[in-house]
């Protein structure tokens, strides 16, 4: 097959990678006894790999105009390896943050599994972990998901969650309105915050991971029951009830935490990166966890009728035509830490239960990259009939994941508590 050039939007994660920045995203999938051995899940990822042809492609030609290329030496044994026994929780979690920690080989289609053994109290988990990382530069959290669907998991259904549908012709009134909203969209997206987040330095190598867990349905018919509002914005009223009680304990202040909320674009099964976002200002300063789903469902309500997330990738790909020098003004005004504090994603998964060769899947987490002055990032996945929560960061500058995930539970807690009671509603 003839090289395949880089997309504009996998290009532009492939030159985010730096000495600090490793740049891939991870899947940690727990699978239940019997987990199926290393020479069993390595055939069977062989034989199955060719469903996701992607997997098979290396990076090739010169770096102003990379392209992936089949690997004519490809060796399953080099991507399906054996990883050290983890025996507690804690274990686990300091694996999966070396592992995240180092580079994938470029001389290799850039993805590795690495089968984690779980041992002692961390047997209470599972039997096994798989540590998957995939470059972001190959596949966002959609794509990530669908060669899971091609290659690992046993057979499934398809992803639930928010589908994103393909916009209908734009009229003369749609252009007008269109005109009239840019700045305002501008103001929401791309202005910057009145001070420094506290996860705003110069991030190292280094990185520091935790887990957190909620229960899919009842959370979606809490956050339904409250105020109409989705598992979305459950999630951003749980992270910011988290952050609120982290930023009291350790800053001793709230202050403004701005989150960037990735929206995926991705129509039928493209591969590779397709995502916008918005941007959402998080209300740590309202005590009540109603009152702050609330307030964040109103906030995402008004950009997803406003269409922001879509408006901002037509307006980047028409930049990059018109005035590619205006466009990389806009990319990196986009990145400075004043315009966003850290990035909160959720990805749907399978919602029925997964098996993989027969063993069932326990749970599955999904870990994505830090930034340059970025440095904690969230990663929300929903399989198995819960969503899971992964945090990432440096922990140089932020530690203490544990109270953050904790914290992550105990909104969900108060949140279905309140939609259970009689006044529930705000």
Known sequence: ??????????????????????????????????????????????????????????????????????????????????????????????VVSRLFSERLDRDRPLWRMDVVPLAGQASAMGDAAVVWRIHHALADGTTAMRFAGAVLWDAVGPARGESHRAPRPATAADQTRRRAGLAAFLRHELALGAGRSPFDASIGAGREVAFASAPLRPLHDAAKRICGATVNDAVLAAVAGSLRDWLQHHHGRLGRVRVKVPVSLHHGDDE??????????????????????????????????????ETLDRLMRELAIASPGLERFCRELEANPRTFALSVSNVPGPGGPLTVLGAPVEAVYSIAEIGERHALRIAVVSACGDLRFGFCSDPAIVHDLGRLALGVEAEVSALMDAAAGPAAGV
């Open 1 to 94: 097959m003839a090289a395949v050039p880089l997309s504009a939007e996998d290009r532009a994660i492939l030159e985010l990678e730096s000495s600090a920045v490793a740049g891939h995203t991870c899947k940690v999938v727990i699978l239940g006894a019997p987990a199926p051995s290393l020479e069993a899940l390595r055939g069977s990822v062989a034989r199955r790999i060719d469903a996701a042809p992607a997997l098979r492609r290396r990076l090739a030609g010169p770096s102003r105009q990379p392209a992936w290329e089949d690997d004519d030496r490809f060796d399953i044994a080099a991507h399906v390896v054996a990883g050290g026994a983890a025996g507690s929780a804690g274990e686990l979690r300091e």
């Open 272 to 309: 590779g990166n397709r995502d916008s976002f918005f941007t959402l200002e998080l209300p740590l300063g309202e005590p009540d966890p109603v009152a702050r789903l609330t307030a964040i469902h109103r906030g995402t309500a008004e950009r997803k009728a406003n269409h922001d997330a």
